[in-house]
């Protein structure tokens, strides 16, 4: 087992939370557009061009929640088999460092003060808890 495997695996949560944050600020931005144009277009203060483009954010606010959802289901389904294999471990403190680091996403100088542990017994710690996460997780 190469420590990468693992790592990617659970990074793949950083990066789908992300990604949720990113469309729903997407979303909110797109909604923020339509109620100003809509706004501006109630008043008078607006062309045509206004229901083109009050469309257009509606379509797009609508794709972007639809992608919203599937990553967010993604997202849940990989947690719960994250959670499964970090349930079936046995080593109490590596299934703490492996939530903190990974699921947290608390910084190396954080988790280390969290489990009391020096930076070179975490990173064993680390290391063991790793090849135990892939071996319940590859299951």
């Known amino acids: 087992m190469k420590c990468e ?8 949560v950083y990066q789908m939370e992300r990604r949720i944050v990113d469309l729903q600020n997407r979303i909110d ?7 100003r144009t809509t706004g501006a277009y ?19 606010s609508i794709d972007l929640e639809k992608q919203l959802l599937r ?14 294999a970090i349930d079936s471990m046995e080593d109490e403190g ?3 460092l492996i939530e903190l680091r990974y699921l947290d996403h608390m910084s190396w100088p954080d988790v280390m003060t969290s489990v009391e542990l020096s930076e070179a017994a975490c990173f ?5 808890a790793l090849k135990e996460f892939w071996k319940n997780f590859s299951k």
């Open 124 to 128: 064993r710690l680390r290391n063991r």
């Open 5 to 12: 495997e693992p790592i990617a695996v659970l990074r793949q």
């Open 94 to 96: 590596a299934k703490r």
């Open 71 to 84: 990553t967010r289901d993604r997202l849940l389904e990989r947690r719960a088999a994250i959670q499964d």
């Open 42 to 60: 109630a008043a008078g203060r607006s062309s045509g061009a206004s229901d083109s483009r009050i469309e257009t954010n509606v379509v797009k």
């Open 29 to 35: 931005a797109l909604h923020e557009s339509a109620t």
